[in-house]
């Protein structure tokens, strides 16, 4: 069985800094795609980065030259290192891996539980 496993998040001051991360574990063949979503209080969950196995990333216009997304393989793990932080990035980012459990089995989507960041003026 997969799992994801989210830290980092928090409470962090306009301007500051923030280092998410998150971690699979278990079974499976191999992770492809690797992704941060935020979901601010009332709004609809939204894409913030994504990295494929290649390492080629994508931003939110929102977050873009702020944030960072990255991979490290080895440690299947995903990060999401957010600078310059805004009162307006504060929700709950939860991390999404597309993985592949057997060789020539389809891709499935895990989502992590989710880790709330608040950023205060």
């Known amino acids: 069985q997969v799992r994801l496993g989210e830290g980092g998040g928090g409470r962090g001051e306009e301007g500051g800094k923030k280092n998410l991360s998150c971690a699979a574990s278990?079974?499976?063949?191999?992770?492809?795609?690797m992704g941060w979503y935020g979901q601010a209080p009332g709004k609809q969950r939204e894409l913030v980065a994504t990295?494929?196995?290649?390492?080629?990333?994508n931003y939110a216009d929102s977050v873009k030259g702020r944030f960072t997304i990255s991979r490290d393989n080895a440690k299947n793990t995903v990060y999401l290192q957010m600078n310059s932080l805004k009162p307006e990035d504060t929700g709950v980012y939860y991390c999404?891996?597309?993985?592949?459990?057997?060789?020539?089995?389809?891709?499935?989507?895990?989502w992590g539980q989710g880790t709330q960041v608040t950023v205060s003026s």
């Open positions: 999404k891996f597309r993985i592949q459990q057997r060789r020539l089995w389809p891709e499935e989507d895990y």
């Open positions: 990295i494929t196995s290649r390492e080629i990333t």
């Open positions: 278990g079974s499976f063949f191999s992770i492809n795609a």
